[in-house]
């Protein structure tokens, strides 16, 4: 069977990806070297805005996510991987295309017109284009069989007005089905996980990582699968739970199944070691 395509495209990792969550940042370029996708990372990118920023200086945020904006190439679309880069990115082209002052503001800060043509995507829009049953007879797959609850988070679809038709909850159910994982139906999928509170108030980030993570085991998942960074963190760092279920980012269970030789990097990196549980499924030595 002939090699799949090869798909150009600019990446923003966002500074999640770029630090605490390095092994996301891997295994998803792996993952989609596997899928024919060749991720460009931006130049000289900056934060998104999120954090702080959008909470104490709106147009700062702004400001910040409008650079990222500039620094994309005009032909081929502009990928984030984390929901609070894509939220910060999307709202911000949503306010140019709708407020001649700010693309005035934008050509005079970054010295180029504003591109209402740049298509700013999570990745879970590529993944949805990808023709999996022939990714799969090209390069082959382990089968991994595990239960889990997959864990989207709350900021996937929000606001409404810049989802545009997407829905991506149920992504990971119908892709990780394929490699032999079960979902299991589960009360916490888009729960908030406390997010950027966990800094400043984990006195009430704590009770609610507590729940969801034993929402998770009460569930009978092996593991939970995460769609965001920051939940990820957030579910490692704050959970006080004794036994807690592993956690996964979901590149990290693609690059797996797709035969990743670099999961010893990744996995040790993890707050709750998930080592046990993929040697007992025979997925490690």
Known sequence: ?????????????????????????????????????????????????????????????????????????????????????????????HRLKNDPAARERYSQMWGRSFDPDLRVRHFFGLLEEVDLERLLAVNGHVRIDMSFAPYYGCMLNRPF????????????????????????????ASQCCGTFLTVARPDIVTPKVNMIMQGAAESGADCIVTACAMCHMNLEVRCTLKNPVPIFHFSEILSLAFGATRHKDWFSRHLIDPRPLLKSKGLTA
């Open 161 to 188: 007005a810049l989802r545009s038709g997407s829905n991506y909850y149920g992504i990971m159910e119908k892709t990780l089905a394929k490699l032999g994982l079960r979902a299991l139906n589960w009360g916490h």
């Open 1 to 93: 069977m002939d090699a799949l395509p090869v798909t150009d495209v600019s990446y923003f990792p966002g500074c999640s990806l770029a630090t605490t969550a390095k092994e996301n940042n891997q295994s998803l370029i792996e993952c989609c070297q596997k899928m024919g996708i060749r991720m460009i990372e931006l130049p000289d990118w900056n934060c998104c805005g999120s954090s702080s920023a959008h909470s104490i200086n709106h147009q700062i945020a702004f400001d910040l996510a409008c650079r990222n904006l500039s620094l994309a190439p005009p032909d081929r679309p502009l990928v984030t991987a984390c929901p609070s880069c894509t939220l910060r990115l999307k709202h911000a082209q």
